[in-house]
């Protein structure tokens, strides 16, 4: 999976609180009951995409306003960044961060998601909207999202860069 997200933290990499805030802040329409029935679909989720014997391979670029929306408390952003960390150095997870000073750049029209599967399976685009979602399949589509994200990887932090300033920014979140 390669996913570019421009405004949160991708569902895979959420934590439970930060999970729980984004879904009753963006689904205001939910009772308690249901968001609390879709972090658990989106922790499954998590468990069963990224931690399985044979987990998926997931390179994430974030733009760096997703350190500077605040989710939950600062207790819950603390907590987030420091999961971020810890994702990151999993062997399967390549987290980048894209700092405010590349400009403008293609990510800008939005978050999307390559998948790619075992063959003979065809890769996909994915975009998700509040009504439902978009499934791109045409060879340029893919193509073309692949060269965007290739670009924004390319303009992004190192990991290592990026784990340095996720650490830095938890310490400065205000209690």
Known sequence: M??????LVP????????ARAVIAQMRPDLTPDQVEALVKVR???QESRLSRE?????SAVLDEAVLHRGIGSPAVMRQQFAHLVQAGEQPNVTLQLLP???GA???????????????PTAPLVWLENPNNSVYLESESDIQNYTHIFDQLGASALSPAETRTRLIRTAEEINP
């Not at 569902?11 to 930060?18: I, K, S, V």
């Not at 044979?54 to 997931?58: H, I, S, V």
């Not at 750049?105 to 063959?119: D, M």
Request: hydrophobic share 35%; no cysteine; net charge neutral.
């Open 105 to 119: 750049h293609p990510g800008l029209y939005g978050p999307f998601v390559i998948l790619t599967f075992p063959r």
């Open 54 to 58: 044979r987990p998926a391979e997931l």
């Open 2 to 7: 390669a996913n570019y997200q421009p405004l």
């Open 43 to 45: 922790m499954e989720r």
């Open 100 to 102: 405010y000073s590349v």
């Open 11 to 18: 569902g895979l990499l959420q934590t439970e609180n930060y």
